[in-house]
Protein backbone atom coordinates (compact mmCIF):
# COMPACT_ATOMS: atom_id res chain seq x y z
CA UNK A 1 0.00 0.00 0.00
CA UNK A 2 2.74 2.30 0.69
CA UNK A 3 4.46 1.46 -2.10
CA UNK A 4 1.52 1.75 -4.22
CA UNK A 5 0.89 5.38 -2.31
CA UNK A 6 4.65 6.11 -3.71
CA UNK A 7 3.96 6.13 -7.48
CA UNK A 8 0.91 7.14 -7.25
CA UNK A 9 2.49 10.74 -6.10
CA UNK A 10 5.61 10.34 -8.38
CA UNK A 11 3.43 9.62 -11.38
CA UNK A 12 1.00 13.13 -10.70
CA UNK A 13 4.58 14.61 -10.39
CA UNK A 14 5.43 13.53 -14.20
CA UNK A 15 1.91 14.58 -14.96
CA UNK A 16 2.02 17.93 -13.40
CA UNK A 17 6.08 18.86 -15.12
CA UNK A 18 4.84 17.27 -18.86
CA UNK A 19 1.52 20.05 -18.49
CA UNK A 20 4.11 22.67 -17.43
CA UNK A 21 6.24 22.06 -20.36
CA UNK A 22 3.54 22.37 -22.82
CA UNK A 23 2.15 25.57 -21.19
CA UNK A 24 3.10 29.28 -22.33
CA UNK A 25 4.94 31.85 -20.87
CA UNK A 26 3.15 34.91 -19.57
CA UNK A 27 3.53 37.82 -16.84
CA UNK A 28 1.98 35.49 -14.58
CA UNK A 29 3.63 31.88 -15.70
CA UNK A 30 7.06 31.00 -16.18
CA UNK A 31 7.62 27.62 -17.18
CA UNK A 32 11.04 26.80 -15.71
CA UNK A 33 10.31 28.44 -12.14
CA UNK A 34 6.71 26.26 -12.04
CA UNK A 35 9.17 23.11 -12.91
CA UNK A 36 11.27 23.93 -10.24
CA UNK A 37 8.24 24.54 -7.73
CA UNK A 38 6.61 21.51 -8.54
CA UNK A 39 10.42 19.49 -8.11
CA UNK A 40 10.78 21.60 -4.44
CA UNK A 41 7.17 20.46 -3.66
CA UNK A 42 7.25 16.45 -4.86
CA UNK A 43 4.89 13.89 -3.05
CA UNK A 44 7.84 11.87 -1.47
CA UNK A 45 7.48 12.75 2.28
CA UNK A 46 10.82 11.03 2.70
CA UNK A 47 12.94 13.71 1.00
CA UNK A 48 13.42 17.25 0.47
CA UNK A 49 14.93 18.43 -2.75
CA UNK A 50 16.84 21.34 -1.60
CA UNK A 51 18.63 21.77 -5.11
CA UNK A 52 15.48 23.20 -6.71
CA UNK A 53 14.47 25.02 -3.40
CA UNK A 54 17.84 27.29 -3.48
CA UNK A 55 17.22 27.69 -7.36
CA UNK A 56 14.00 29.11 -6.17
CA UNK A 57 15.14 31.17 -3.56
CA UNK A 58 17.51 31.87 -6.40
CA UNK A 59 15.41 33.75 -8.52
CA UNK A 60 13.27 35.17 -6.06
CA UNK A 61 16.65 37.21 -4.64
CA UNK A 62 18.57 38.03 -8.15
CA UNK A 63 14.72 39.34 -10.25
CA UNK A 64 11.86 39.60 -8.06
CA UNK A 65 10.00 41.94 -10.05
CA UNK A 66 10.06 39.60 -12.65
CA UNK A 67 9.75 36.23 -10.41
CA UNK A 68 8.07 37.13 -7.45
CA UNK A 69 4.52 36.87 -9.13
CA UNK A 70 4.88 34.00 -11.46
CA UNK A 71 6.36 32.45 -8.41
CA UNK A 72 3.65 33.02 -5.89
CA UNK A 73 1.26 32.22 -8.23
CA UNK A 74 2.94 28.36 -9.16
CA UNK A 75 2.94 28.03 -5.30
CA UNK A 76 -0.41 29.34 -4.84
CA UNK A 77 -2.07 27.21 -7.32
CA UNK A 78 -0.06 24.00 -6.38
CA UNK A 79 -1.04 24.41 -2.80
CA UNK A 80 -4.75 25.02 -3.95
CA UNK A 81 -5.41 21.76 -5.81
CA UNK A 82 -3.25 19.73 -3.68
CA UNK A 83 -4.92 16.90 -1.11
CA UNK A 84 -1.73 15.81 0.13
CA UNK A 85 0.00 16.44 3.33
CA UNK A 86 3.47 16.36 2.10
CA UNK A 87 2.80 18.56 -0.81
CA UNK A 88 1.12 21.18 1.12
CA UNK A 89 3.81 21.39 3.97
CA UNK A 90 6.53 21.86 0.96
CA UNK A 91 4.79 24.17 -0.29
CA UNK A 92 4.68 25.94 3.05
CA UNK A 93 7.90 25.72 3.63
CA UNK A 94 8.81 26.62 0.28
CA UNK A 95 7.11 29.95 0.67
CA UNK A 96 7.73 30.57 4.22
CA UNK A 97 11.87 30.15 2.52
CA UNK A 98 10.64 33.16 0.19
CA UNK A 99 9.84 35.66 3.37
CA UNK A 100 13.19 34.99 4.47
CA UNK A 101 14.96 36.33 1.38
CA UNK A 102 14.51 39.53 2.37
CA UNK A 103 13.34 40.69 -0.72
CA UNK A 104 11.26 44.17 0.03
CA UNK A 105 8.97 43.02 -2.87
CA UNK A 106 7.67 40.31 -0.53
CA UNK A 107 6.04 42.93 1.88
CA UNK A 108 3.70 43.51 -0.79
CA UNK A 109 2.27 40.06 -1.07
CA UNK A 110 -0.44 40.66 1.73
CA UNK A 111 -2.82 37.57 2.74
CA UNK A 112 -1.68 34.56 1.16
CA UNK A 113 -3.92 33.62 -2.43
CA UNK A 114 -4.45 30.33 -1.18
CA UNK A 115 -6.40 29.11 2.23
CA UNK A 116 -5.20 26.11 3.83
CA UNK A 117 -7.12 26.08 6.64
CA UNK A 118 -9.32 23.56 6.86
CA UNK A 119 -6.88 21.68 5.07
CA UNK A 120 -7.01 17.48 5.62
CA UNK A 121 -5.32 14.66 3.47
CA UNK A 122 -7.57 13.00 1.45
CA UNK A 123 -5.12 9.56 0.61
CA UNK A 124 -5.08 8.23 4.12
CA UNK A 125 -7.71 8.17 7.01
CA UNK A 126 -8.26 10.79 9.04
CA UNK A 127 -6.75 8.72 12.20
CA UNK A 128 -3.69 8.16 10.89
CA UNK A 129 -2.72 11.64 9.27
CA UNK A 130 -5.08 14.30 11.71
CA UNK A 131 -0.97 15.09 13.04
CA UNK A 132 0.14 16.20 9.83
CA UNK A 133 -3.31 17.96 9.25
CA UNK A 134 -3.19 20.01 12.03
CA UNK A 135 0.76 21.14 11.70
CA UNK A 136 -0.67 22.26 7.84
CA UNK A 137 -3.17 24.35 9.13
CA UNK A 138 -1.07 25.64 12.37
CA UNK A 139 1.36 26.20 10.09
CA UNK A 140 -0.60 27.90 7.06
CA UNK A 141 -2.30 29.95 9.55
CA UNK A 142 1.55 31.69 11.03
CA UNK A 143 2.33 32.23 7.67
CA UNK A 144 -0.97 34.29 6.59
CA UNK A 145 -0.60 36.23 9.60
CA UNK A 146 3.43 36.76 8.52
CA UNK A 147 2.48 37.65 5.50
CA UNK A 148 -0.09 40.30 6.52
CA UNK A 149 2.35 41.62 9.22
CA UNK A 150 4.91 41.83 6.05
CA UNK A 151 2.47 44.30 4.15
CA UNK A 152 2.29 46.77 6.80
CA UNK A 153 5.95 46.38 8.72
CA UNK A 154 7.10 48.81 6.11
CA UNK A 155 3.77 51.24 7.03
CA UNK A 156 4.43 51.08 10.59
CA UNK A 157 8.86 51.60 10.36
CA UNK A 158 8.04 54.61 8.43
CA UNK A 159 5.61 55.77 10.92
CA UNK A 160 7.85 55.31 13.96
CA UNK A 161 10.54 56.85 12.21
CA UNK A 162 8.48 59.93 11.77
CA UNK A 163 6.68 60.17 14.18
CA UNK A 164 7.21 62.31 17.62
CA UNK A 165 8.92 61.11 20.89
CA UNK A 166 5.65 60.44 22.36
CA UNK A 167 3.90 58.81 19.24
CA UNK A 168 7.27 56.61 18.30
CA UNK A 169 6.92 54.97 21.96
CA UNK A 170 3.08 54.02 21.18
CA UNK A 171 3.90 52.65 17.71
CA UNK A 172 6.66 50.39 19.61
CA UNK A 173 4.59 49.12 21.93
CA UNK A 174 1.79 48.71 19.35
CA UNK A 175 4.84 46.63 16.96
CA UNK A 176 5.60 44.57 20.30
CA UNK A 177 2.05 43.05 20.58
CA UNK A 178 2.21 42.08 16.61
CA UNK A 179 5.19 40.61 17.39
CA UNK A 180 3.66 38.29 20.33
CA UNK A 181 1.05 37.41 18.49
CA UNK A 182 3.25 35.72 15.80
CA UNK A 183 5.17 34.01 18.35
CA UNK A 184 2.20 32.46 19.97
CA UNK A 185 1.42 31.41 16.57
CA UNK A 186 4.45 30.06 15.99
CA UNK A 187 4.23 27.90 19.28
CA UNK A 188 1.39 26.41 18.08
CA UNK A 189 3.35 24.96 14.94
CA UNK A 190 4.05 21.13 16.34
CA UNK A 191 3.80 17.69 15.56
CA UNK A 192 1.05 16.18 17.83
CA UNK A 193 0.49 12.66 16.87
CA UNK A 194 2.96 9.84 17.22
CA UNK A 195 4.75 8.50 14.55
CA UNK A 196 5.13 12.07 13.04
CA UNK A 197 9.67 12.06 12.97
CA UNK A 198 10.02 11.85 10.07
CA UNK A 199 12.39 14.15 7.86
CA UNK A 200 9.69 16.21 5.99
CA UNK A 201 8.89 17.30 9.81
CA UNK A 202 11.55 17.73 11.07
CA UNK A 203 12.84 19.82 8.04
CA UNK A 204 9.58 21.57 9.01
CA UNK A 205 10.38 22.08 12.57
CA UNK A 206 13.80 23.67 11.73
CA UNK A 207 12.07 25.96 9.98
CA UNK A 208 10.26 26.80 12.68
CA UNK A 209 13.15 26.95 15.01
CA UNK A 210 14.60 29.48 12.75
CA UNK A 211 11.55 31.65 12.50
CA UNK A 212 11.68 31.76 16.39
CA UNK A 213 14.49 33.34 16.62
CA UNK A 214 14.68 36.27 14.37
CA UNK A 215 11.00 36.91 16.24
CA UNK A 216 12.00 36.32 19.42
CA UNK A 217 15.44 38.28 19.26
CA UNK A 218 12.92 41.44 17.73
CA UNK A 219 10.70 41.23 20.66
CA UNK A 220 13.62 41.55 23.16
CA UNK A 221 15.16 44.33 21.56
CA UNK A 222 12.08 46.09 21.19
CA UNK A 223 11.74 45.31 25.13
CA UNK A 224 14.74 46.87 25.40
CA UNK A 225 13.95 50.47 23.82
CA UNK A 226 10.46 50.67 25.24
CA UNK A 227 12.03 50.28 28.85
CA UNK A 228 14.58 52.81 28.25
CA UNK A 229 12.06 55.51 27.29
CA UNK A 230 9.01 54.55 29.98
CA UNK A 231 10.22 57.47 32.54
CA UNK A 232 8.86 59.52 29.70
CA UNK A 233 6.01 57.64 29.14
CA UNK A 234 2.04 58.48 29.60
CA UNK A 235 -0.02 56.30 32.11
CA UNK A 236 -1.69 55.06 29.28
CA UNK A 237 1.50 53.80 27.43
CA UNK A 238 2.62 52.38 30.94
CA UNK A 239 -0.53 50.53 31.23
CA UNK A 240 0.21 48.79 27.68
CA UNK A 241 3.79 48.44 28.16
CA UNK A 242 3.09 46.55 31.29
CA UNK A 243 0.61 44.25 29.52
CA UNK A 244 3.46 43.75 27.46
CA UNK A 245 5.73 42.86 29.77
CA UNK A 246 3.70 40.17 31.46
CA UNK A 247 3.14 38.59 27.90
CA UNK A 248 7.02 38.25 27.29
CA UNK A 249 7.62 36.68 30.54
CA UNK A 250 4.31 34.05 29.69
CA UNK A 251 5.84 33.62 26.52
CA UNK A 252 9.29 33.26 27.80
CA UNK A 253 8.14 30.22 29.70
CA UNK A 254 6.26 28.65 26.50
CA UNK A 255 9.24 29.00 24.52
CA UNK A 256 11.11 27.17 27.40
CA UNK A 257 8.81 24.20 27.55
CA UNK A 258 8.68 24.48 23.06
CA UNK A 259 12.36 24.11 22.79
CA UNK A 260 12.64 21.67 25.38
CA UNK A 261 9.67 19.31 23.60
CA UNK A 262 11.83 19.92 20.19
CA UNK A 263 15.28 19.28 21.80
CA UNK A 264 13.73 15.58 22.66
CA UNK A 265 11.66 15.63 19.73
CA UNK A 266 14.78 15.95 17.56
CA UNK A 267 15.11 18.96 16.14
CA UNK A 268 18.66 19.94 15.06
CA UNK A 269 17.76 23.93 15.56
CA UNK A 270 16.63 23.68 19.05
CA UNK A 271 19.89 22.86 20.60
CA UNK A 272 21.29 25.97 19.46
CA UNK A 273 18.39 28.04 21.15
CA UNK A 274 20.25 30.25 24.12
CA UNK A 275 18.61 30.45 27.66
CA UNK A 276 15.37 32.40 27.78
CA UNK A 277 15.92 35.65 30.11
CA UNK A 278 13.86 36.69 32.21
CA UNK A 279 12.50 40.40 32.73
CA UNK A 280 14.04 41.26 35.73
CA UNK A 281 11.61 42.55 38.85
CA UNK A 282 12.47 45.70 39.37
CA UNK A 283 11.35 46.29 36.16
CA UNK A 284 8.24 45.19 36.47
CA UNK A 285 7.93 47.05 39.90
CA UNK A 286 8.61 50.48 37.88
CA UNK A 287 6.33 50.08 36.24
CA UNK A 288 3.79 49.15 37.58
CA UNK A 289 4.60 51.87 39.96
CA UNK A 290 4.20 54.62 37.40
CA UNK A 291 0.83 52.84 36.24
CA UNK A 292 -0.55 52.68 39.90
CA UNK A 293 0.60 55.89 40.78
CA UNK A 294 -1.32 57.56 37.89
CA UNK A 295 -4.57 56.15 38.90
CA UNK A 296 -3.76 57.13 42.36
CA UNK A 297 -3.03 60.98 41.64
CA UNK A 298 -6.55 60.59 39.18
CA UNK A 299 -8.25 59.46 42.13
CA UNK A 300 -6.96 61.95 44.17
CA UNK A 301 -8.08 64.90 41.95
CA UNK A 302 -11.30 65.48 42.57
CA UNK A 303 -13.06 64.41 46.26
CA UNK A 304 -16.70 64.84 47.19
CA UNK A 305 -17.57 65.38 50.87
CA UNK A 306 -20.62 66.45 52.64
CA UNK A 307 -20.40 69.83 53.97
CA UNK A 308 -22.15 70.86 56.96
CA UNK A 309 -25.30 72.84 55.95
CA UNK A 310 -26.53 69.76 53.93
CA UNK A 311 -24.77 70.67 50.74
CA UNK A 312 -22.21 68.61 48.55
CA UNK A 313 -18.60 70.31 48.40
CA UNK A 314 -16.11 69.11 45.64
CA UNK A 315 -12.75 69.74 46.37
CA UNK A 316 -9.48 69.19 44.02
CA UNK A 317 -7.00 68.16 45.92
CA UNK A 318 -3.14 67.19 44.99
CA UNK A 319 -0.67 67.65 48.79
CA UNK A 320 0.02 71.02 49.40
CA UNK A 321 -0.98 72.97 46.09
CA UNK A 322 -3.72 75.13 45.84
CA UNK A 323 -7.10 74.00 46.20
CA UNK A 324 -10.29 74.54 44.31
CA UNK A 325 -13.75 74.50 46.08
CA UNK A 326 -16.79 74.29 44.18
CA UNK A 327 -20.38 74.55 46.70
CA UNK A 328 -24.00 75.45 46.75
CA UNK A 329 -23.60 77.59 50.43
CA UNK A 330 -22.53 80.90 49.15
CA UNK A 331 -20.83 83.75 51.29
CA UNK A 332 -21.34 87.37 50.21
CA UNK A 333 -18.32 89.92 50.86
CA UNK A 334 -18.93 93.38 51.91
CA UNK A 335 -17.84 95.03 49.14
CA UNK A 336 -20.86 93.04 47.72
CA UNK A 337 -23.17 94.00 49.82
CA UNK A 338 -22.25 97.87 48.94
CA UNK A 339 -22.85 97.10 45.56
CA UNK A 340 -26.13 95.69 45.80
CA UNK A 341 -27.69 98.13 48.06
CA UNK A 342 -26.08 100.69 45.60
CA UNK A 343 -28.57 99.60 43.06
CA UNK A 344 -30.92 101.47 40.32
CA UNK A 345 -34.52 100.22 41.78
CA UNK A 346 -34.43 96.98 40.55
CA UNK A 347 -36.62 94.30 42.84
CA UNK A 348 -34.38 92.68 45.29
CA UNK A 349 -35.93 89.74 47.56
CA UNK A 350 -34.52 88.45 51.20
CA UNK A 351 -33.34 85.03 51.42
CA UNK A 352 -31.87 84.09 55.22
CA UNK A 353 -28.88 81.50 54.83
CA UNK A 354 -28.18 81.36 58.48
CA UNK A 355 -28.06 77.56 60.09
CA UNK A 356 -29.94 77.09 62.99
CA UNK A 357 -26.89 74.68 64.45
CA UNK A 358 -24.16 77.41 63.32
CA UNK A 359 -21.66 77.24 66.60
CA UNK A 360 -20.67 80.72 64.80
CA UNK A 361 -23.35 82.43 62.85
CA UNK A 362 -21.67 85.85 63.30
CA UNK A 363 -19.23 84.95 60.81
CA UNK A 364 -22.25 84.67 58.71
CA UNK A 365 -24.01 88.08 56.66
CA UNK A 366 -26.88 88.84 57.64
CA UNK A 367 -28.76 88.65 54.48
CA UNK A 368 -27.97 87.36 51.15
CA UNK A 369 -30.44 89.20 47.93
CA UNK A 370 -31.31 87.29 45.69
CA UNK A 371 -32.28 88.58 42.24
CA UNK A 372 -35.86 88.09 41.85
CA UNK A 373 -35.66 87.44 37.64
CA UNK A 374 -38.67 87.24 35.70
CA UNK A 375 -38.05 84.55 32.46
CA UNK A 376 -39.68 86.29 29.29
CA UNK A 377 -42.06 84.27 26.88
CA UNK A 378 -39.55 83.57 23.74
CA UNK A 379 -42.79 81.54 22.07
CA UNK A 380 -45.18 83.58 20.23
CA UNK A 381 -47.74 83.37 17.77
Known amino acids: ?135 VRAYFNFLDHKSSFLYTDLKEIRK ?17 QRLQSLLTLLLQVRPQAEGMRGTLVLEAMDCVI ?5 TYSKVCNLIARVLSRIYGASQAEASMALLVLRQANSQGDELAEFFDFCKFYGVLNASEFPKVERIPEEDFREVERMVYAGVEEESKAIVVSESGGGGSVLVQSSGKVL ?3 VTN ?29 DPQPQRQPPHVYAYKLEIPDLITF
Open 1 to 135: MKLWKKAAGALKDQNSLLITALSRRTHLRSPDLEAAVIKATSHDEARVDYRNAQRVFAWARTSPSTHLKPLVWAISSRAHRTRSWPVALKCLMLLHGVFCCKVPAVHRIGRLPFDLSDFADAHSSPSKTWGHNAL
Open 210 to 214: IEIFD
Open 323 to 325: TTV
Open 329 to 357: KWEIFDDDLKSLNGGNGTEWGIVSVRSSD
Open 160 to 176: VKLAGPEESIMAEIVML
